[in-house]
């Protein structure tokens, strides 16, 4: 007999697991350099910075939904509607945006791969209490609606939705941490500039 879960997971243990990996890759890019050249980093940072902005924006969205519905309610709207857990989705996105900037589509796949893996291990985890709780609903509903990677030809929502300011406003400090990816990109492409150690050429 499958033991109930009887408690949503421990969010500390994401973001400790997160911030574990990247504290070890981010020294890592001070000791690599683009190929791309000037255009073509000017280029892939651009493509970078979209990707952050995207990233916040979408988290915004998805909070305007969920609000302090999660693991309370199967939330099926609106971001909800074309993936299971659209805040890790676009935690990714944003994660793969900071490499961009780096110049670098071997970062960029690096980090972003990172932060799927370990951002799908913990959406699995969140949904053995969502499946506890919510059985068959929850059920019918994973089965139509992929975990992270978007299906947009599922999107639907209401006309109204219920925003919950307070949850808005707490993740709020969570969605800026994405902008302050971009003056640390530049950062670390100024110590990069600096030739002060050994590196080696990505694209």
Known sequence: MTATISRPFNQ?????ALRLV?????????????????????????LGILAIFVAVLGRFWAILYIGGRKNAA????????????????????????????????????????????IL???????????RATFGRRYDAYAARVPRMW????????ENRITVDIGTLSRNTADALVFVALIPLAELTKWVEALHMVPSISLF
Do not use: N
């Open 150 to 157: 978007p299906a947009w030809h599922l999107f639907r929502t």
């Open 12 to 16: 500390k243990i994401r973001i400790a």
């Open 74 to 117: 199967v939330m099926q709207d609106g971001p909800y509607s074309i993936c299971r857990h659209p805040l890790y989705l676009f935690s990714t996105v944003g994660v793969v945006g900071l490499g961009l900037m780096l110049g670098s589509l071997t970062l960029a796949a690096i980090l972003g791969g990172t932060a799927w893996i």
């Open 22 to 46: 990247f504290a070890t890759l981010l020294p890592l890019v001070a000791f690599t350099e683009t190929r791309w050249g000037v255009a073509g980093g000017m280029a892939l940072e651009t």
């Open 120 to 130: 799908s291990l913990t959406a699995a985890r969140e949904e053995q209490f969502l």
